[in-house]
């Protein structure tokens, strides 16, 4: 498997840099998790950092390289891609969200 450095920014991975397993198109993921053990011995806390561009080529505008960036909200859920034939996502309150209405 290959692996690229990636740079980590904010939260408490700042700065860090650490060695990421790319897919087949040489991408990391869009996410990354890192779950912290509780020192009281509870579930573990969960980081999630979302991969942004590094960086882009003058000519044609393409990524130069990857880093994560810290999603405070450790929200998962809202960013994926939506299809035109996909159910609809719920609200909080349990109904579908209509966004014509």
Known sequence: MKSEDTPFEGG??????L??????TGQP???YRIPVPDAAGGPPTVLVYRRE?????KRL????GWKYAFDPSGDTRGHR???????PAATPDGKPDDPHG
Do not use: N
């Not at 408490?12 to 840099?17: E, H, I, L, W």
């Not at 060695?19 to 087949?24: D, K, R, Y």
């Not at 505008?61 to 130069?64: A, H, K, S």
């Open 19 to 24: 060695p990421v397993l790319v897919g087949p």
């Open 29 to 31: 993921p869009k996410t």
């Open 12 to 17: 408490p991975m700042d700065g860090r840099v």
């Open 81 to 87: 891609v939506r299809w035109p034939w996909s159910k």
């Open 53 to 57: 561009p590094r960086g882009h080529s």
């Open 61 to 64: 505008g393409l990524p130069r």
